[in-house]
């Protein structure tokens, strides 16, 4: 059996192709989020990016998880772009927010936090999700994620609240005239995507005092917001995918620590351990 993984973000789309007797190095195509994209955008990307990799592979099983894809309609548009390129497949679309609670518990219970270009948050019983906060998006939600950091850089980068050598460093990087800015922000299909793309100085000066500040304050807003709304964590596992957590993973232990909380696994990446609980569950 040919069994094909997705990890899909807003940016990014992970893939991982295992059979009986192989699996496939990780390869890539455009986030394919149905928020941000059609359905016939989504099936052009598949059949540019995606197709060519798996060649004359029979696929048997398709399990996607994608950002985006917490409400049936969006999981339809998905799905239908998918079975359009390969046919006969069994294709199963989930949320990312799934695809996290299964890297960091398998089929234990946990509460399962999403800190990537987006966040989220959920309680999961070891099968399914049972509770999750309301996704209030980019625009309204958010905290903790790459583009909430990125609005932060951004506000404080034009409201001249940003040390200069942070200033130098994006301007020897970005295009940061406002007009530039604003027409990404208002004007182009993917706004959070290119607002998360700041937040990468969050990593290239994670020692500097003001981003150690911002990434706590961001982390305290997640904490005080997402993982509040569920009233009472005791006796929980808590999980944390994303490359907002794993690449500040040791501010994050800080500010948990400081709230009564304590992780038990954070990961850059949940391909990986998506890949392993289908190879062992998919035949049962």
Same mark, same amino acid.
């Given at each position: 059996?040919?069994?094909?993984?997705?990890?899909?973000?807003?940016?990014?789309?992970?893939?991982?192709?295992?059979?009986?007797?192989?699996?496939?190095?990780?390869?890539?195509?455009?986030?394919?989020?149905?928020?941000?994209?059609?359905?016939?955008?989504?099936?052009?990307?598949?059949?540019?990016?995606?197709?060519?990799?798996?060649?004359?592979?029979?696929? @048997?099983? =398709?399990?996607?998880? $994608?950002?985006?894809?917490?409400? &049936?309609?969006?999981?339809?548009?998905?799905? /239908?772009? !998918?079975?359009?390129?390969?046919?006969?497949?069994?294709?199963?679309?989930?949320?990312?927010?799934?695809?996290?609670?299964?890297?960091?518990?398998?089929?234990?219970?946990?509460?399962?936090?999403?800190?990537?270009?987006?966040?989220?948050?959920?309680?999961?019983?070891?099968?399914?999700?049972? @509770?999750? =906060?309301?996704?209030? $998006?980019?625009?309204?939600?958010? &905290?903790?994620?790459?583009?909430?950091?990125? /609005?932060? !850089?951004?506000?404080?980068?034009?409201?001249?609240?940003?040390?200069?050598?942070?200033?130098?460093?994006?301007?020897?990087?970005?295009?940061?005239?406002?007009?530039?800015?604003?027409?990404?922000?208002?004007?182009?299909?993917?706004?959070?995507?290119?607002?998360?793309?700041?937040?990468?100085?969050?990593?290239?000066?994670?020692?500097?005092?003001?981003?150690?500040?911002?990434?706590?304050?961001?982390?305290?807003?997640?904490?005080?917001?997402?993982?509040?709304?569920?009233?009472?964590?005791?006796?929980?596992?808590?999980?944390?995918?994303?490359?907002?957590?794993?690449?500040?993973?040791?501010?994050?232990?800080?500010?948990?620590?400081?709230?009564?909380?304590?992780?038990?696994?954070?990961?850059?990446?949940?391909?990986?351990?998506?890949?392993?609980?289908?190879?062992?569950?998919?035949?049962?």
């Amino acid at each position: 059996m040919n069994i094909l993984v997705a990890d899909s973000g807003s940016t990014k789309t992970e893939w991982i192709l295992i059979g009986d007797t192989l699996e496939s190095e990780p390869f890539y195509s455009e986030g394919l989020n149905p928020y941000f994209k059609t359905e016939s955008q989504i099936h052009e990307v598949i059949e540019r990016e995606v197709q060519p990799k798996i060649e004359e592979i029979n696929i @048997d099983k =398709i399990f996607f998880y $994608g950002a985006g894809c917490s409400s &049936e309609s969006n999981c339809d548009i998905v799905k /239908k772009s !998918i079975a359009d390129t390969f046919g006969s497949s069994d294709v199963y679309i989930q949320s990312d927010l799934l695809a996290a609670a299964i890297a960091c518990f398998g089929r234990s219970p946990g509460v399962a936090c999403i800190l990537g270009t987006g966040s989220n948050a959920c309680i999961y019983n070891g099968e399914r999700i049972v @509770d999750q =906060i309301p996704s209030l $998006g980019f625009t309204l939600g958010d &905290e903790g994620s790459g583009g909430y950091f990125g /609005k932060k !850089i951004l506000r404080s980068y034009f409201y001249n609240q940003m040390p200069d050598d942070l200033k130098t460093a994006l301007n020897q990087k970005f295009d940061m005239k406002l007009d530039s800015i604003l027409e990404q922000v208002y004007h182009r299909s993917t706004p959070n995507r290119f607002v998360a793309s700041f937040a990468y100085v969050l990593a290239e000066y994670s020692d500097h005092p003001f981003i150690h500040q911002i990434v706590e304050e961001g982390f305290s807003d997640f904490i005080n917001h997402q993982l509040a709304y569920f009233k009472d964590l005791s006796g929980m596992k808590l999980g944390f995918v994303g490359s907002i957590a794993a690449i500040h993973h040791t501010i994050l232990r800080e500010v948990l620590q400081r709230k009564g909380l304590q992780p038990d696994v954070i990961i850059q990446k949940p391909i990986k351990r998506l890949t392993r609980f289908h190879l062992r569950y998919s035949n049962n």
